[in-house]
């Protein structure tokens, strides 16, 4: 093997000419997880979705019957809506949100610790009880609502929790309210190491400092968005701590997210079947994104 | 095989640049700046605001209160409750007896998954075989499945290991669902290390576990910094495995904490809630305030390359 | 009295006899009892389990309902180190497991027992009888078919409390008129779902079976089932403006006279209770939502794990009694607010409430709970209809086709 890679790239890559059989002992606990772990278990999902496992898994198949349900199941086609509409907002907004306050802090400004720390302490809180907050701030009795009519504009209405056309919306502000901070402070570290150079020249040329960031500087971090963008999407499919704690998925199923169809069909339905096969449609989901990214990513290079 | 070097050359010769950022003398522009940083804080802040507020109030007050009003009597009764008294079943003694066992799970955990997860990267990167990037991209896949589809064949998994029921069963399910972003952060980081660093190592005679230890991690303090506050913001406040992968004896805190808060019947001591998930929360919460530094250094020379 | 006695001199010999068999054993129990009155009440058969025995009860609590627990419970079965007891809900729940042969038989001891004399209504150890052997025992029972209305709203209002569902929907207008909620619901699909069982069991027995039981799709088409999603219709425009999801967060605006009346099982009485209101006086308990007072017959279930142990076998046997015997029964029930699961038990000190409950189970008029009827994949898809119907403004023909086929294709 190493003679291949020799033959393919000598000059750029020496290293790759020390293969050593430590580095493959050493990797064994990642291809042991990667194979037994994450296929293994993606198979073994995927294999008990054409079942009719119902509280324990059984191999008592029945074809594509769990899917026919599925698609033909009203909560499941809402959450499949919601999860794109929430999704393709909420990464848009984190990264833009992220990168405006990442621009902000980088400006020098005083007690950039503080605002950072401000910013981060969501992360490190249980959404269990995070969200019974936002339900309290979004009440119409007691929260915004109320305190403005309280202030003597009666007519004032912000009630997004009970409307199925703002519900998600809602759940925006918490889940960014949670997750931003992360996302700018990674981006904040990389906008560290982008070059004064860059600015000195763009200052030069009388380039406004918007058109800096979005031409120069954006691309450049380009890396760290990536990181930020994987973060943020394994955190939207994943979503279902935030959905439970503050609508519950409604009002009706306005709210409902594909994590939460799987884990209620699991465990309170008891139908083990059903969810592995939503959990099987949101695998192949990631895989039609996940795929092509990594060719793009990958193969091209391979190939030049 | 891909080239990284590449692709890391230019911001390489970048970094490290800590020369005067582009002054902004215009004050306007200033006060719009703080204007705005002030409201994005005012966002983050509101929710603790009502958190802290209401945890520092007796049930009364809860009840009839406006949520973001301070509190006309201050009582610490709820951090009091929270941490030693409130009742999670039978055992009355609150979050205290969650709390040791929290951190004899978190401590191994973060531990051993940082270990696996750096010697990943470094192979990933230094050490490339073939195929090694395509385990990476399962890996990466993993970061996507839902964990309670996991739940059963992991039960089997640690069946057939004897681990069921063992704390060191649980230290191993964090350390695989930890493994696909902090490898993806080793991976990063030690990709932006000058290669020359290698090189000399690897002539000098230094082996994979030499060049790891004597060269690499010392250097790599800020990514190991970084990875340790993902690590040990998730597993402290991770719930599911916790009740699942271990027993009574050992469970969590946050065990603990979803008794007290999630009581379905009987009525809901909000501010007892609100004690108690700060209390959970200030162990993450100390880690960010003492690494501030390191974090941002780490970020900066980890993701931010990759 | 004198079974009492008798009892404790039973278990007293038996503890006598065996001293050797009877090592002590560590007992995990895992349930999902967390709050105030709840915890009292488990405490009861906590000390009365250390008292009778040697052995001591590891208490395993985790909260949120069955859906949080569950995964935990039959994670730890499969994976083959289990707890020694778990609550279980009566139904069809634990069957597979049972099936699989996870589950310890418990019937010598229940024959030893006579529990089917003792154990009333029956169904409840048919629920845990599968191919003639028991499994489970049953611990109390919970019914849904109650309304609870709030006199001080009816004050406010200026009406006359009301007696049933239908004056509670004629009096609608004038509470909202005068401010008040007519309806008050957590808006979650398990609190709805009450609505449609009640709505069904209140009309009559024959038609709930039809239903549940039989399945029978010219009932399930029938304009008395379609009556029933009329009256849905009616709920949602009652408790429109609701803005509350926990189901006791509703029992408060009953408390408060914020609004009328709440359909909620009989383990609301214990909110009442610690707001200090009087049945009758402050509120009123409506049996069958004031329609046919029968009571289903929910509830919750002690399960044993299979645990290749002799000396956990015994303490789990040990368990098992002492769960099923007539103090802890009284004791127990009276902190839960729930019913005992055997006729000869005395509960004079139970609330009016809990005493028209304990009559009506005497005078039999006792159904079979939906979760014993039908599949718990059902009776989630009926809670996701139910919550959507009271979410949007689905048509009452939408949700009762959606319904039908439900049921339909349960099996």
Redesign the interface.
């Known amino acids: 093997?190493s003679v291949?890679?020799h033959a393919?790239?000598p000059a750029?890559?020496?290293?790759?000419l020390?293969?050593?059989p430590?580095?493959?002992i050493?990797?064994l606990?990642?291809?042991m997880?990667?194979?037994?772990?994450?296929?293994?278990?993606?198979l073994?999902?995927v294999v008990h979705s054409f079942t009719k496992s119902?509280?324990?898994?059984s191999t008592q198949f029945v074809g594509f019957d769990q899917y026919e349900r599925l698609w033909g199941t009203?909560?499941w086609l809402a959450s499949v809506e919601n999860i794109a509409i929430y999704g393709v907002v909420a990464l848009v907004f984190s990264l833009v949100l992220g990168f405006v306050?990442a621009a902000?802090?980088?400006?020098?400004?005083r007690a950039e610790?503080a605002?950072?720390?401000?910013?981060?302490?969501?992360?490190?809180?249980?959404f269990?009880?995070?969200g019974?907050?936002?339900?309290?701030?979004l009440?119409?009795?007691?929260?915004v609502q109320?305190?403005v009519r309280?202030w003597g504009w009666e007519s004032f209405t912000f009630d997004p929790l009970?409307n199925?056309d703002t519900v998600l919306a809602a759940m925006l502000m918490a889940g960014l309210?949670q997750g931003t901070?992360l996302v700018a402070?990674?981006l904040?570290?990389?906008l560290?190491?982008?070059?004064?150079?860059?600015?000195k020249a763009s200052?030069v040329d009388g380039v406004p400092?918007w058109k800096t960031y979005i031409f120069v500087v954006i691309p450049?971090?380009r890396?760290?968005f990536?990181?930020?963008t994987?973060?943020i999407?394994?955190g939207i499919?994943?979503l279902?701590d935030l959905v439970v704690a503050l609508t519950?998925?409604?009002?009706?199923?306005?709210s409902e997210m594909?994590?939460k169809y799987?884990?209620?069909?699991?465990?309170?339905?008891?139908?083990?079947g059903?969810?592995?096969a939503a959990?099987t449609m949101?695998?192949v989901s990631?895989?039609l994104i996940?795929i092509p990214w990594?060719i793009f990513e990958?193969g091209g290079?391979?190939r030049g | 095989?891909?080239?990284l070097?590449q692709t890391y050359t230019?911001?390489r010769?970048?970094?490290?640049?800590?020369?005067?950022?582009?002054?902004?003398r215009l004050s306007g522009n200033?006060i719009m700046?703080?204007g705005?940083?002030c409201l994005?804080?005012l966002?983050?802040?509101?929710?603790?605001w009502?958190?802290v507020m209401t945890s520092l109030k007796g049930m009364p007050e809860v009840r009839v209160g406006?949520?973001?009003a301070p509190p006309v009597e201050v009582t610490f009764q709820p951090w009091i409750k929270a941490w030693a008294e409130a009742c999670t079943g039978l055992n009355c003694d609150g979050l205290s007896r969650g709390f040791w066992n929290s951190v004899k799970i978190t401590v191994p955990s973060v531990i051993l998954s940082i270990i696996?997860a750096s010697?990943?990267g470094?192979?990933?990167v230094?050490?490339?075989?073939?195929g090694?990037?395509i385990?990476?991209?399962?890996?990466?896949?993993?970061?996507?499945?839902?964990?309670?589809?996991?739940i059963?064949?992991?039960v089997i998994?640690l069946r057939e290991l004897g681990l069921m029921g063992d704390v060191w069963g649980l230290v191993l399910v964090h350390?695989?669902f930890g493994?696909?972003?902090l490898?993806?952060?080793f991976r990063?980081y030690f990709a932006s290390l000058p290669?020359e660093l290698?090189?000399a190592a690897?002539v000098d005679g230094a082996?994979?576990?030499g060049i790891f230890f004597r060269v690499l991690v010392p250097m790599s303090l800020p990514i190991f910094t970084v990875a340790m506050i993902l690590q040990v913001?998730g597993i402290w406040?991770d719930?599911l495995f916790g009740v699942i992968y271990t027993k009574p004896e050992a469970y969590p805190m946050?065990v603990q904490?979803?008794n007290i808060?999630?009581s379905v019947q009987g009525v809901k001591e909000?501010n007892v809630?609100?004690a108690?998930?700060?209390i959970?929360?200030l162990v993450?919460?100390s880690i960010?305030?003492l690494s501030?530094k390191l974090?941002?250094?780490?970020?900066?020379a980890g993701?931010?390359?990759? | 009295m004198k079974t009492q006695i008798m009892r404790r001199l039973m278990a007293g010999a038996a503890a006598l006899a065996m001293p050797i068999a009877a090592n002590a054993a560590d007992l995990e129990v895992t349930h999902w009892w967390t709050s105030g009155g709840e915890a009292n009440a488990v405490q009861e058969l906590a000390k009365a389990f250390e008292a009778k025995t040697d052995h001591k009860w590891v208490d395993g609590a985790i909260a949120g309902s069955g859906?949080t627990a569950?995964?935990v419970i039959?994670s730890r079965i499969?994976g083959g180190d289990p707890m020694a007891a778990t609550q279980l809900n009566h139904g069809k729940?634990a069957?597979?497991?049972i099936e699989?042969g996870l589950m310890l038989d418990l019937t010598d001891i229940a024959e030893e027992g006579n529990w089917a004399e003792i154990i009333q209504p029956k169904s409840l150890l048919d629920a845990c009888t599968v191919d003639g052997r028991v499994y489970c025992v049953p611990l109390n029972i919970h019914s849904i078919q109650w309304m609870w209305t709030s006199n001080a709203a009816f004050e406010k209002a200026g009406i006359d409390p009301v007696n049933n569902w239908e004056e509670l929907k004629a009096a609608a207008p004038k509470l909202r008129e005068a401010g008040i909620l007519p309806l008050a619901m957590g808006?979650?699909g398990w609190q709805e779902a009450y609505l449609v069982h009640n709505f069904l069991s209140g009309t009559s027995e024959d038609l709930y079976y039809a239903v549940y039981r039989d399945k029978d799709e010219d009932t399930l088409n029938s304009d008395a089932v379609k009556a029933v999603f009329e009256e849905l219709n009616a709920a949602r425009d009652m408790y429109a403006g609701g803005?509350v999801?926990d189901w006791n967060l509703a029992t408060a605006k009953v408390i408060n006279g914020e609004a009328a009346a709440q359909v909620m099982g009989d383990w609301a009485q214990g909110e009442f209770a610690l707001a200090g209101q009087k049945a009758g006086e402050d509120y009123n308990c409506l049996i069958g939502m004031g329609g046919e007072p029968s009571i289903s017959t929910g509830g919750d279930a002690f399960y044993f794990p299979l645990i290749d142990n002799a000396d956990t076998t015994a303490a789990q046997k040990e368990l098992a009694k002492v769960l099923i015997s007539p103090e802890s029964q009284v004791a127990f029930n009276l902190k839960k607010g729930s019913l005992p699961v055997r006729g000869d038990v005395d509960l004079a000190a139970a609330g009016p409430c809990m005493q028209k409950g304990l009559e009506t189970l005497a005078a039999g008029k006792v159904i079979t709970g939906t979760d014993q009827l039908i599949?718990?994949?059902a009776?989630?898809?009926i809670q996701?209809l139910m919550?959507?119907?009271?979410?949007?403004d689905?048509s009452t023909e939408d949700a009762h086709a959606?319904f039908v086929e439900i049921i339909l294709n349960d099996e």
Not at chain 1, 54 to 57: A, C, E, I, S
């Open positions: 093997m291949t890679d393919r790239a750029r890559r020496p290293r790759r020390i293969s050593n430590m580095a493959k050493a990797a606990p990642m291809i997880t990667a194979l037994v772990i994450f296929i293994g278990c993606s073994w999902t119902k509280l324990l898994p009203r909560r306050i902000l802090m980088d400006q020098k400004v610790g605002f950072r720390t401000i910013i981060l302490f969501p992360y490190s809180l249980s269990i009880v995070t019974l907050v936002w339900q309290w701030i009440n119409p009795d007691f929260g109320g305190i309280g009970h199925p309210w901070g402070v990674i904040l570290a990389a560290r190491g982008v070059d004064e150079d860059i600015w200052r400092a450049i971090l890396p760290a990536m990181t930020a994987v973060l999407a394994t499919v994943k279902y519950n998925g409604g009002p009706g199923i306005a594909p994590a799987v884990y209620d069909a699991m465990f309170n339905k008891q139908n083990l059903q969810g592995f959990s949101m695998l990631v895989l996940l990594a990958f290079k391979k | 095989m891909v080239d070097s230019a911001p010769r970048l970094a490290g640049a800590e020369g005067a950022k582009p002054k902004r200033r700046i703080y705005i940083l994005i804080s966002y983050y802040i509101l929710p603790l009502v958190m406006n949520i973001f696996v010697v990943n470094y192979a990933l230094n050490w490339k075989f073939k090694s990037e385990f990476f991209g399962i890996l990466l896949f993993g970061a996507f499945i839902p964990y309670q589809v996991m059963y064949p992991i998994i350390t695989i493994m696909p972003i490898t993806l952060l990063n290669e290698f090189k690897r082996g994979f576990w913001t406040n719930f946050t904490l979803n808060v999630n909000y809630n609100m108690a998930t700060l959970t929360g993450p919460l960010y305030l501030g974090f941002v250094r780490g970020i900066a993701a931010v390359k990759g | 859906n569950r995964p039959i499969i729940q069957q597979e497991l699989a808006a979650q803005n999801q599949t718990p994949d009776v989630g898809q996701d919550a959507e119907f009271f979410g949007s689905m959606a």
